[in-house]
């Protein structure tokens, strides 16, 4: 609805003046067949000012949704981008982590609990870059949401 609302605004406003000029009788179509008369161009009838109104509505609409999809592509855009590298990043990590963990296993007394801490630990950072990487709408809501989503079943 939203991404049609100059064009239903046009179309509400032409039928308004249209019915209105009809009821109240108002000469406002009469006025502008006169001047289209007098310059000699096709007589379009009552119907005339409505369609441009209507007409200039929707490009209006238009060029305004056109902007908007231009905007969400590019925040779409930049977002993976972002995604992808902190992805990157944090990949990195946890690899270099793996270090860690091998080097603990490998030392004697190293507690068990701690690993399985760490385990977990890792485990929950993966599945949130996972629910990250597969957001179906791309705004604040649905990204706090993934997170917390993530943080919640650990807690």
């Known amino acids: 609805m939203n991404k049609h609302r100059l064009t239903l605004i046009g179309l509400v406003l032409s039928i308004f003046i249209y019915f209105s000029s009809i009821f109240l009788e108002l000469n406002l179509f009469e006025q502008v067949i006169n001047f289209l008369s007098s310059l000699k161009q096709v007589k379009l009838g009552e119907v005339i000012i409505p369609l441009l109104i209507f007409g200039v509505f929707v490009f209006l609409n238009a060029r305004r949704n056109s902007k908007n999809t231009e905007m969400e592509k590019a925040k779409r855009n930049i977002y993976k981008a972002m995604l992808s590298s902190s992805h990157h ?67």
């Open 89 to 155: 990043i944090l990949n990195n990590f946890i690899y270099q982590m793996d270090i860690f963990k091998i080097t603990a296993e490998d030392t004697p007394g190293f507690d068990v609990k701690v690993l399985a801490f760490y385990e977990d630990i890792i485990l929950n950072a993966s599945e949130q870059i996972n629910s990250l990487s597969n957001l179906s709408s791309i705004d604040e809501f649905s990204i706090r949401t993934s997170v917390m989503n993530e943080q919640q079943e650990v807690v």
